[in-house]
Structure formats: C-alpha cells, structure tokens
C-alpha cells in the first residue's frame, strides 16, 4: 500500500508531484521497493512494493510485528541492503545503483544511524564518541557540526569527559543521537532507541529526535515497539508481512 502524507499536516510538501519536480528537496523516499530474501519454498518477502517519503523536519514512527520487515526497511533506507527492486532516494540520490563504495560515501555524506542503546564504544569519551563520524566522511568535517556544541543542544556538555559506562541509558541514547547528526545528514534512521529506557526517559528521547528533526530539517524513521512514544511523531506507519501503511 502507498504510505502518502496529508495535506497541510506533514512539516513540508511531501506530494508526488513536487516529489517528482525536485526529489533533491526530499528527506527520504522510497517507491516501490521490495527485497526478498531465498527463493522458492524459502522465499521471504522481507518488503513488499514499499512507498514512502519522509520530509525534511519530519519524525515518521514505524510500528508492527516482530518479523514484519522493519528492520529490512532501516537497512535499505541507509543503503546497507541493495532491494530487489524499488528506488530508494536520499537527498535526491540513488542509494540502489552505483558501485558498493559509492554506496557507503553516500551513507557516509547523508544518513546517520542511531541504534538501541545508543551502541556506543566503550572506551571513547562521549566527546571523542560524537568526533568520530567526521573521520570517517572528511567532506563533512567542514559541513559538520561542533562535536561540543551538539552535545550541548541534547544535554550532555557537562558530562563530555564521560565514558558510555559512567552514563545511564537516557544519556547514552542523548550520546548516540548527538553522534548520529555531527555529520549535518538529510536522513535519520533510529531502530527502537527507547527499548532500554523507562516512561519518562523514553519520552525524552524522542522528544528530542522530533525537535533535531524539525531545527535541523532532517527526515527521521523510527522504528519502535513503544506506541506510549507515538504522540511526538508527525507520521504513524505499520509494517506487516513487508507492507507498509498510514496509521496516522
Ligand atoms: N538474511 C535473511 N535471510 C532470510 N530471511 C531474512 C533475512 N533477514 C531477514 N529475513 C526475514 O525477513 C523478514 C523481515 O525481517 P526483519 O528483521 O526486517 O523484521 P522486523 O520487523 O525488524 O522484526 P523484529 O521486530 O523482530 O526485529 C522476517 O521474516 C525475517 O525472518
């Protein structure tokens, strides 16, 4: 089913037809994209003719099953699975075609990732964490972001000298999502970043996800299992069996 946006309530046009005029103004979009895995009696339908777009400033949640292909989804939206057919377009670029290193620098340039747990290393400071990315993509060192200013705007300044251990899981997430923007990317993928948390911490998170999306127009997916966190997203899907549809 194709997963639209309403008019006048997403943060910016997300219609086809200026889709279609200028795809580089779009966060994130996906059209038809479907990835199998095996094949005969073993095939799996992981996504199945996926439509989606996701505009800058935008928090859009994805909730469904266990197995559903949220997971699938994540991994073809930051060009880490190739589907099988579909395009996927971020920041108006191809992430399916072009060679596996042309593939990795646009993931490098454009998408930030943010897992659970934050996924931090444990021997890093959160300062040295958030750097860490501008190593890795060198054009984004001068169009990235201040390591200590970000870690500023999520709360964490104070405890920049703090390993992953010497923080709680809220903080940690604050650390992982920090790190995830310090390279300024168009698109945010954020897999159940409240699994760890309690009520009150887990709003935190994705209240901050929402408000980053919106200062600094990035286009945010989440997946997540926690409908309590729902209320602070601009978008609701559901994936089931490889399908995705609008919830609201
Ligand atoms: N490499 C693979 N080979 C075969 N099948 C796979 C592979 N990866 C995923 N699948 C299947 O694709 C489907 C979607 O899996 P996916 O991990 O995307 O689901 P999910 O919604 O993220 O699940 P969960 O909520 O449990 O993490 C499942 O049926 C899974 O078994």
């Known amino acids: 089913?194709?997963?639209?946006?309403?008019?006048?309530?997403?943060?910016a046009e997300n219609s086809a037809v200026a889709l279609d005029a200028d795809p580089a103004r779009h966060g994130l979009v996906l059209r038809g994209?479907?990835?199998?895995?095996?094949?005969?009696?073993?095939?799996?339908?992981?996504?199945?003719?996926?439509?989606?777009?996701?505009?800058?400033?935008?928090l859009a949640a994805v909730v469904g099953p266990s197995g559903a292909g949220?997971?699938?989804?994540l991994a073809v939206a930051g060009g880490l699975s190739r589907p099988t057919s579909g395009a996927v377009l971020v920041a108006g670029h191809d992430m399916t075609v072009g060679s596996q290193r042309a593939r990795a620098a646009l993931r490098r340039e454009h998408i930030g990732f943010v897992f659970q747990s934050g996924n931090l290393l444990p021997a890093l400071t959160a300062r040295d964490q958030v750097r860490l990315p501008l190593q890795f993509a060198p054009r984004r060192r001068r169009a990235g972001r201040d390591?200590?200013?970000l870690l500023a705007e999520v709360g964490m300044a104070h405890k920049a000298d703090r390993r992953p251990h010497q923080l709680s899981g809220g903080e940690?997430?604050?650390v992982g999502i920090a790190r995830a923007l310090v390279t300024a990317p168009r698109v945010l993928l954020v897999d159940e970043p409240t699994a760890a948390l309690d009520r009150a911490r887990s709003h935190e998170v994705v209240r901050l996800l929402a408000t980053e999306a919106k200062q600094r127009a990035v286009a945010v997916v989440m997946v997540t299992h926690d409908h309590d966190v729902l209320e602070h997203c601009d978008t609701v899907y559901e994936m089931v069996d490889g399908r995705l549809s609008r919830l609201g």
């Open 147 to 149: 390591p200590l200013e």
């Open 172 to 174: 940690r997430q604050r």
């Open 33 to 58: 994209v479907s990835l199998q895995h095996g094949d005969g009696p073993d095939l799996v339908r992981a996504l199945d003719e996926v439509d989606l777009s996701v505009a800058p400033g935008e």
């Open 1 to 11: 089913m194709s997963a639209t946006h309403p008019s006048g309530g997403a943060p």
């Open 70 to 73: 949220k997971s699938s989804l």
